[in-house]
């Protein structure tokens, strides 16, 4: 039986419907603070070979709620996705997110030392790295975070490597770059009341034809001006997390690995591809550039092939396309 935290929100869900397709069973546990009833009342109605054996609606910020989960459960191994993730959010109100990222995950490794769990995948960041000083970058980067987001999830992997040297709980921490796409039969997707990944906002700027397309800054030492970001679609990530699984379950040590496709797009690219692939013109606006957005952000991925024998296969067509159906499936008609 495996936990997955964080499974009524964008990937967590996706990895829970992989558990689920693969027959293995499951138990969620999330506080719905940024995740949806809607995808967890899904994920439990579909007809697969594993089963959403328990639905725990809990807060990792509360140790007897966590707990709990491990007292009436043999968990295997824990899936870790809970989380605040909104970067801008984060440097606002610091304390928010050292007390739910932080203590909230410090509670859930306290309590899988108490119940013997002894393996943790957790979601990691490229923004433990910071602003880049070379490209692609590698896992020996070195990591200085520029807002409160990213020193919470590198606290967390200071963290683990404690819990790991010191109580054998052993994690493979994954450093996602930029996720996109959703299940291809739109079980799942990104759902993000607050919005501000890129893909969704130019995909809602279709959507809505009241909304323009906010690029901010055009003036980055990039060919056509715009960032450039490594996004990787989220079968591949998902699949990465089923191999860092196995890796663990073979008696791999604790690790870390950037998730990645060593390639980058700008901005404008991606706005190209989505006006291709939708047939439809997209209005935007060129805005100011944001504090603390480096030029180019691409990651190498040559450690996780080796090690986890992982590769990247979907293409970023393919990811934009299943995003699109994802929007269109949920804003017209809800899940
Ligand atoms: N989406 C990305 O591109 C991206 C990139 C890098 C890292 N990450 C990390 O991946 C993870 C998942 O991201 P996402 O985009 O799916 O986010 P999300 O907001 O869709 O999902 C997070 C889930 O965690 C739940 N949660 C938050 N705090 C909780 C708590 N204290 N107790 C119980 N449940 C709690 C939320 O209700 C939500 O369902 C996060 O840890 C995030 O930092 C995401």
Same mark, same amino acid.
């Given at each position: 039986?495996?936990?997955?935290?964080?499974?009524?929100?964008?990937?967590?869900? *996706?990895?829970?419907?992989?558990?689920l397709?693969?027959?293995?069973?499951i138990?969620?546990?999330d *506080?719905?603070?940024?995740?949806?009833?809607?995808?967890v009342? =899904?994920?439990?109605?579909?007809?697969?070979?594993?089963?959403?054996?328990?639905f725990?609606k809990?807060?990792?910020?509360?140790?007897?709620?966590?707990?709990?989960?491990?007292?009436?459960?043999?968990?295997?191994?824990?899936?870790?996705?809970?989380?605040?993730?909104?970067?801008?959010?984060?440097?606002?109100?610091?304390?928010?997110?050292?007390?739910?990222?932080?203590t909230?995950?410090?509670?859930? $490794?306290?309590?899988m030392?108490?119940?013997?769990?002894? =393996?943790?995948?957790?979601?990691?960041?490229?923004?433990?790295?910071?602003?880049?000083?070379?490209?692609?970058?590698?896992?020996?980067?070195?990591?200085?975070?520029?807002?409160?987001?990213?020193?919470?999830?590198?606290?967390? #992997?200071? $963290?683990?490597?404690?819990?790991?040297?010191?109580? @054998?709980i052993?994690?493979?921490? $994954?450093?996602?770059?930029?996720?996109i796409?959703?299940?291809?039969?739109?079980?799942?997707?990104?759902?993000?009341d607050?919005?501000?990944?890129?893909?969704?906002?130019? $995909?809602?700027?279709?959507?809505?034809?009241?909304?323009?397309?906010?690029?901010y800054?055009?003036?980055y @030492?990039?060919?056509?001006?715009?960032?450039?970001?490594?996004?990787?679609?989220?079968?591949?990530?998902?699949?990465?997390?089923?191999k860092?699984?196995?890796?663990?379950?073979?008696?791999?040590?604790?690790?870390?690995?950037?998730?990645?496709?060593?390639?980058g797009?700008?901005?404008?690219?991606?706005? =190209?591809?989505?006006?291709?692939?939708?047939?439809?013109?997209? @209005?935007?606006?060129?805005?100011?550039k944001? #504090?603390?957005?480096?030029a180019?952000?691409?990651?190498?991925?040559k450690?996780?092939?080796?090690?986890?024998?992982?590769?990247p296969? =979907?293409?970023?067509?393919?990811?934009?396309?299943?995003?699109?159906?994802?929007?269109?499936?949920?804003?017209?008609?809800?899940l």
């Amino acid at each position: 039986m495996f936990l997955v935290t964080g499974a009524a929100g964008y990937i967590g869900s *996706n990895l829970a419907l992989k558990l689920l397709e693969s027959g293995e069973d499951i138990v969620i546990f999330d *506080n719905l603070s940024t995740g949806h009833q809607k995808i967890v009342d =899904k994920l439990k109605t579909l007809n697969l070979k594993g089963k959403v054996v328990d639905f725990i609606k809990g807060d990792l910020r509360n140790l007897n709620d966590i707990e709990a989960v491990f007292s009436k459960y043999k968990i295997e191994a824990v899936f870790h996705f809970a989380a605040f993730s909104i970067v801008s959010e984060s440097a606002k109100n610091p304390h928010k997110y050292w007390e739910n990222n932080f203590t909230g995950t410090k509670n859930l $490794l306290d309590a899988m030392k108490k119940f013997g769990t002894d =393996k943790i995948i957790f979601s990691s960041t490229a923004a433990t790295y910071g602003e880049p000083l070379y490209t692609p970058i590698d896992e020996q980067h070195p990591q200085k975070p520029i807002n409160s987001y990213g020193n919470t999830k590198l606290a967390l #992997e200071f $963290l683990m490597d404690d819990y790991s040297k010191a109580y @054998n709980i052993k994690s493979v921490r $994954l450093r996602y770059f930029n996720v996109i796409g959703a299940d291809k039969f739109q079980r799942t997707g990104e759902w993000h009341d607050i919005e501000t990944h890129l893909v969704p906002n130019i $995909l809602k700027s279709i959507n809505d034809k009241n909304k323009v397309f906010e690029i901010y800054g055009n003036t980055y @030492n990039t060919k056509d001006g715009t960032c450039v970001r490594d996004y990787i679609v989220i079968d591949d990530l998902i699949n990465a997390h089923i191999k860092a699984l196995k890796y663990l379950q073979n008696g791999g040590k604790t690790d870390y690995f950037n998730l990645g496709t060593k390639e980058g797009n700008t901005v404008l690219e991606i706005l =190209k591809t989505a006006e291709n692939i939708t047939g439809q013109k997209i @209005n935007y606006t060129i805005k100011e550039k944001r #504090e603390g957005d480096p030029a180019i952000l691409i990651a190498d991925n040559k450690k996780a092939k080796e090690i986890l024998n992982w590769q990247p296969e =979907k293409t970023l067509e393919e990811g934009i396309l299943t995003a699109y159906k994802w929007e269109i499936a949920n804003f017209k008609k809800g899940l």
